[in-house]
């Protein structure tokens, strides 16, 4: 096991949000653990900013729908797995690194009864355990910044889409270079690779095949960290989010777009989710 993977793994499991706390959650609002529904399990393991409501960005902008084969990156304990398979009646697969995550998100897929529809399996996002061309859409939340190459980790997402699909990721963007002791101190407390910038990403983006069309920075600040990526097939508009650090909240349209597409396929939004850095791990 590679440095980032075993600090990675070491930083997951040992994550606040766990299979247990969950469990405790459920319950103390249900008051027992039996016949869960899903929408009982969604108040309380969504491991991202932005909560349901990024999440159905995502898929709106991935084009998500009944019957829709999708896969999730770095799925964690399967929140955005089993919402995306209950709402949108998708069949997902989350790829997830950390053995105890994998098999804590396969425990309440069980409880909810979405085993026919929703999967996560221990893999590695660099190399997918997945055939080529098979998925629909493929999402991933806020995880390219634990992988230590994100390219490998695009290509893969290219090579497992079906032609038109879609990709939509959120990942945490540096607007310029952290210091070494800032950069540091994500690393040993939370496995944050070091924070790439939007153009990194576009480079990153073209790289694995993918096609810019036409890009505007919605919000620039340069305290500024977050980093919101969504695909969709046609944009008119784009979202701008509410800052707070606990959540994020669609509050008004506005002009400014980005759009990229893989030929033949894809094309994305892109916009910034504001907050400062240092409220985010001080």
Not at 17 to 41: F, M, N, V
Not at 63 to 79: P, Y
Not at 124 to 146: G, I, K
Not at 215 to 240: E, G, H, M
Request: net charge negative; hydrophobic share 40%.
């Amino acid at each position: 096991m590679g440095d980032a993977t075993a600090q990675t793994v070491y930083f997951y499991d040992r994550h606040p949000i766990s299979l247990d706390i969950i469990l405790a959650k459920l319950r103390a609002s249900c008051g027992h653990l039996d016949g869960l529904p899903p929408d009982d399990l969604f108040p309380h393991d969504q491991d991202h900013y932005g909560g349901l409501a990024a999440t159905d960005e995502l898929a709106r902008g991935a084009q998500i729908a009944n019957g829709s084969r999708v896969a999730d990156f770095c799925a964690g304990l399967g929140g955005t797995v089993r919402y995306l398979a209950h709402k949108y009646g998708a069949k997902v697969t989350g790829i997830e690194l950390t053995p105890s995550r994998v098999s804590g998100a396969q425990e309440l897929i069980k409880r909810v009864g979405l085993q026919d529809e929703a999967r996560v399996v221990e893999g590695n996002v660099m190399s997918v355990p997945l055939a080529d061309a098979t998925m629909d859409a493929v999402v991933s939340q806020e995880s390219f910044c634990h992988v230590p190459d994100p390219a490998k980790a695009l290509s893969e997402a290219f090579r497992i889409l079906r032609k038109n699909g879609r990709l939509a990721f959120t990942d945490w963007i540096a607007n310029e270079q952290l210091s070494t002791d800032d950069s540091q101190l994500m690393w040993d407390g939370m496995a944050i690779q070091p924070l790439r910038s939007i153009s990194d990403y576009r480079r990153l983006v073209e790289g694995a095949g993918f096609k810019i069309h036409s890009a505007t920075d919605l919000l620039a600040a340069r305290d500024q960290i977050l980093f919101f990526l969504a695909l969709c097939s046609t944009v008119t508009d784009t979202l701008v989010f509410h800052q707070r650090a606990d959540f994020l909240v669609p509050l008004e349209k506005c002009p400014g777009k980005m759009e990229v597409e893989q030929p033949g396929s894809p094309v994305w939004l892109g916009q910034i989710i504001t907050e400062p850095f240092k409220d985010l791990w001080r």
